[in-house]
């Protein structure tokens, strides 16, 4: 029995001795580990940002589509572009309408939504102080006259 614990946690190297190998794992976590869990928090954050960004671009969208129809008030559209921003829980997001007055002479709208990067992310504000996410949408309004 004890000569087979001793192949158990012992290894032999070329020269027949016995070498022993039990803090080599602990020492090759410790070498890996940072790197992964730097990598996989990274992809969280890459992840994260990357549906703020398809939020963004579907919130304009959906507001354009929202101002395009006759009656709607560019108030509306903008609460409708927060309200889908809400859904992901995208903070300090800036919602603008192009023209701010929609009425019946209008002919195109412009939603631009601008999200800032250093109020959403978990890592990038460290990284990232200046850069916005930036979605614009323009559609031309369903008019008689058009």
Request: proline fraction near 3%; include cysteine; aromatic fraction near 6%.
């Amino acid at each position: 029995m004890n000569s087979q614990l001793r192949k158990r946690y012992f290894c032999t190297d070329k020269q027949g001795r016995n070498s022993d190998r039990r803090g080599a794992a602990a020492v090759e976590f410790a070498v890996v580990a940072p790197i992964f869990f730097v990598l996989v928090i990274a992809a969280f954050e890459f992840g994260r940002l990357n549906v703020m960004r398809h939020t963004a671009d579907n919130a304009a969208y959906e507001a354009a589509r929202h101002a395009m129809v006759p009656g709607a008030t560019a108030a509306e559209a903008v609460q409708r572009a927060t309200s889908i921003l809400n859904i992901v829980g995208t903070r300090g997001a800036t919602v603008t309408i192009n023209p701010s007055v929609i009425d019946e002479s209008v002919e195109e709208i412009t939603v631009t939504i601008d999200v800032p990067m250093n109020q959403n992310g978990w890592i990038t504000p460290r990284f990232s102080s200046a850069t916005n996410i930036q979605a614009s949408s323009r559609l031309r309004t369903e008019r008689a006259g058009n």
